[in-house]
């Protein structure tokens, strides 16, 4: 199977696909998985969309991810904006995008035999689950399944392990799938959930697990390794990602999905990291003949790290084998409490308005301005406040200048010219974050097409930067000077004013 996502995109950019959602499936969820009222949906990995549109479609909100991207752009714009499009991977990225309220319903349809750690996701999902909630596990049975594609099946102990440790359980045939439904997670206790190993051979996330944080996961084993200072500041720097010891019986038991967390002797600091595999070997020069050393001591040439590493472990523990941990960035265990919620951190920071437009020109780039009916009568690009939930700061700028204009503008990728920072003065009066947007130009039939919203401007101009120096304020001038020596160059990126 997969292990990248690039390899991710380019099959679904070759156009191979999962089966199509059933009528069978329908019908279980219509039966099943009711939405109560105000219901959110997440559907994870959720290829080119078609089950989350269904789900839309049964009054469900709907969060929907991916690890490809491809496959997100082909669901977005076959689907649109119903369903809210998410890059994620379920098993390694922060789950911050998702929302903090929890699901009515999670979907994983194709998705459970590839996950690294079975157990410890589902029941980090669970955490995630309203009252009530069900996750829903779609998946082939593995006895009808080729031998060449038994990775992306489950056998009937695999399907019975993924039902333990949930209080409700119900296993229903989907037209031979198995369609799986979990309810009210147990939560109590205090071990954790044994994970069944993907495949062997397998490696890498599949498309569209992309992963709960793991401040909601189970706990995972512990164990304790203390670490010289040299050796914690390269974990800590991230330059050493293998640590070696010997096979005693604690550093043994230690297996991968367990915590490790490595104590610098000298300073007393701790960090914590997750085993993505624990390799036995029968001496440290077949260790070294397999591992990167640089993954080990990236600060020691390889003879001279066999020296340190026999120095360290003498003949008699060395013939315990030696055992090389692998792991990579993600945090083990939870992070701490923030030191005030977020509606207290709210109260604590001036407050801002975010506003976006377009800089279009004519066809000699002389830039095209709209005058104002408001206060002082300013002279300003298309565009506006962003005050529409779920937009963002390019999306609105297309929305206003065809609310003002009645062209629709700036359609393909324009790049951003100016980010600007308008410091507005004392309060109550909010400072404001400005983005810029190429909106390219305009033909002259197009200017001839130029409708204004006359509760918002009373005129249009296009002249060039002499003329609108002698007509704009300097405040406003600059930003005007600084987009036109940006887009050919030579201006700043970043623009600070006063009112």
């Keep these: ?112 035999p590839l996950l690294n750690s079975r157990a410890r996701t589902l029941h980090a999902l669970g955490r995630r689950l309203r009252p009530g909630g069900a996750i829903v596990v779609v998946t082939p049975h593995a006895a009808d399944t080729p031998a060449e594609r038994r990775r992306l099946a489950l056998d009937e102990d695999e399907l019975a392990e993924l039902r333990t440790d949930w209080a409700s359980t119900t296993l229903h045939d989907a037209g031979g799938l198995a369609f799986v439904i979990l309810r009210d997670p147990c939560r109590t206790g205090t071990t954790t959930p044994r994970d069944s ?85 029968t001496s440290f020069e077949e260790l070294l003949e397999t591992e990167d050393p640089s993954r080990i001591d990236p600060d020691t040439p390889r003879g001279e790290l066999l020296i340190r590493l026999r120095g360290i472990y003498p003949p008699g523990k060395e013939a315990l084998g030696p055992l090389a941990f692998e792991f990579d960035h993600r945090p083990a265990l939870p992070g701490r409490s923030m030191p005030m919620t977020a509606s207290e951190y709210v109260q604590t920071v001036p407050h801002h308005t975010v506003y976006a437009c377009l800089y279009v020109r004519d066809e000699h780039d002389r830039p095209v301005q709209l005058r104002s009916v408001y206060g002082s009568r300013l002279w300003h690009f298309p565009g506006g406040n962003l005050d529409t939930r779920g937009e963002e700061p390019l999306q609105t700028a297309r929305r206003e200048a065809v609310d003002e204009t009645g062209l629709e503008l700036g359609l393909e990728a324009p790049s951003l010219l100016l980010t600007h920072f308008l410091h507005a003065g004392p309060p109550p009066a909010l400072n404001k974050v400005g983005f810029v947007f190429d909106g390219g130009r305009l033909t002259s039939d197009q200017l001839r097409r130029i409708r204004l919203d006359p509760a918002e401007h009373d005129m249009w101009a296009v002249h060039d930067l002499a003329g609108w120096r002698q007509l704009m304020a300097p405040g406003a001038f600059a930003r005007l000077d600084a987009v036109e020596r940006t887009r050919l160059g030579e201006g700043p990126a970043y623009l600070v004013t006063h009112t």
């Design 197 to 281: 190993p993907r495949a062997a051979g397998t490696q890498g996330t599949p498309s569209g697990t992309g992963s709960v944080e793991h401040t909601a996961a189970a706990s995972p084993r512990q164990h304790r390794f203390p670490l010289l200072g040299r050796y914690y500041r390269q974990v800590e720097s991230g330059r050493k990602t293998v640590e070696v010891r010997v096979a005693t019986p604690d550093k043994a038991a230690v297996e991968a999905g367990d915590a490790i967390i490595f104590h610098d002797e000298d300073s007393g600091r701790e960090l914590d990291i997750v085993v993505k595999r624990a390799t036995p070997y």
């Design 1 to 112: 199977m997969f292990a990248t996502q690039d390899e991710w995109d380019r099959s679904y950019a070759e156009g191979r696909r999962f089966s199509p959602l059933s009528d069978r499936e329908r019908s279980l969820l219509a039966t099943h998985a009711p939405p109560p009222a105000d219901a959110r949906a997440l559907d994870i990995g959720c290829g080119v969309g078609e089950l989350a549109a269904h789900l839309s479609t049964l009054g469900y909100a709907v969060d929907a991810v991916d690890w490809s991207e491809t496959a997100l752009a082909e669901a977005a714009a076959e689907h649109g904006a119903a369903v809210r499009w998410l890059r994620l991977d379920i098993e390694s990225d922060d789950g911050t995008p998702l929302h903090a309220d929890g699901y009515d319903l999670i979907t994983l349809r194709f998705v459970v």
